[in-house]
């Protein structure tokens, strides 16, 4: 079991890390094939195996000697680390994998606005997918998500420079998941979060900062402090 979550959790940062950095550089999902970022030299299987190909490679590009971000490795470490800590909380297989992938994509949403400013609707799709698996729909919960997205919707057109639409889409698939509670703790903390970010980076209120990554925090917090009272 302990295997097979190693594997799979280290794979599926891999594709993480191949499928944001294809999204970020315009490059197609199917098609085109892992290259070095710096001499585009087609990679072979071996150098993509997780964690073991930046060993072996000594973190530097077959072919050109460049070196290969420690972002990936980074990646494939935090996926294990995450799935093994569900497995820990939930000592469920199959919640594992699932809670697994919808931190992957909580985290690649991060990643992605990070780098872009931009929120893509592919991967809010696969989370809204997997959050409905996690918690399945009932009246209460269709409710609350309602009310929390029609407030949001508001506060987006009156305080428009504050918050993008997507971080309107991102919160309101969590007011699925989480306690209306446990998602206005969240997004207290993010904000707090964004707000230091802000005053450590001197930047004013009015300029533009991911705040995904931020709500990515408040939001795992705010899980496995589910996972710990449970
Ligand atoms: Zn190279």
Redesign the pocket.
Not at 36 to 41: E, S
Not at 61 to 66: G, I, Q
């Given at each position: 079991m302990y295997t097979f979550l190693l594997i799979f959790s280290a794979c599926l940062g891999s594709f993480s890390s191949a499928c944001i950095y294809r999204y970020t550089h315009n490059e197609d999902f199917i098609t085109d094939r892992s290259r070095?970022?710096?001499?585009?030299?087609t990679l072979a299987w071996w150098h993509l195996l997780p964690i073991f190909s930046y060993i072996i490679l000594q973190g530097k590009?077959?072919?050109?000697?460049?070196k290969i971000s420690y972002l990936y490795p980074l990646n494939e470490c935090f996926h294990i680390l995450i799935f093994y800590l569900t497995f820990y909380f939930t000592q469920d297989f199959f919640s594992t994998i699932l809670w697994g992938s919808y931190f992957s994509m909580c985290l690649n949403l991060s990643i992605v606005d990070l780098k872009t400013q931009q929120v893509p609707t592919s991967i809010l799709g696969i989370l809204s997918i997997i959050l409905l698996q996690l918690k399945p729909l009932t009246t209460s919960n269709i409710l609350v998500t309602t009310v929390v997205f029609l407030m949001l919707v508001i506060m987006y057109f009156s305080m428009k420079h504050h918050f993008g639409f997507g971080d309107v889409l991102y919160i309101t698939l969590h007011a699925l998941l989480l306690h209306p509670i446990a998602l206005c703790k969240a997004i207290f903390s993010s904000c707090i979060l964004a707000l230091l970010f802000l005053l450590c980076k001197k930047r004013n209120r009015f300029t533009p900062i991911p705040f995904i990554p931020f709500l990515t925090i408040g939001f795992i917090i705010q899980v496995f402090l589910a996972f710990f009272l449970q």
């Open positions: 070095c970022p710096h001499c585009h030299h590009c077959y072919y050109c000697h460049k």
